[in-house]
Nanobody, 114 residues
């Protein structure tokens, strides 16, 4: 069974940074779509950052603050988050998607608070 395991969440002060990591047990070098989603309490899950084909896309709320990257050799997906605000508080999920599959991680909590 394919697993995605996120790590790197935690408590951070406003203006701080975190780097989320996602390790896949499936080789990712040929996966078409990779992404990070988040879900805040009482809100729907939303796409934060994605890589589709060779293009990166970001939610408007995180542009210029978050960066998604991948390391195919290590089967890792990263989300660098800078200048965090209270509105970034959520559970963050890693996602990979191909023509015949879609996998989700268990989520990692990010809390931005003074």
């Amino acid at each position: 069974q394919v697993q995605l395991v996120e790590s790197g969440g935690g408590l951070v002060q406003p203006g701080g940074s975190l780097r989320l990591s996602c390790e896949s047990t499936r080789a990712i070098f040929n996966i078409y779509a990779l992404g990070w989603y988040r879900q805040a309490p009482g809100k729907e899950r939303e796409l934060v950052a994605g890589i589709t084909g060779g293009r990166r896309n970001y939610a408007d709320s995180v542009k210029d603050r978050f960066t998604i990257s991948r390391d195919n050799a290590k089967n890792m997906i990263y989300l660098q988050m800078n200048n965090l605000t209270h509105e970034d508080t959520a559970v963050y999920y890693c996602n990979t998607r191909g023509r015949t599959f879609e996998d989700w991680g268990q989520g990692t909590q990010v809390t931005v608070s003074a």
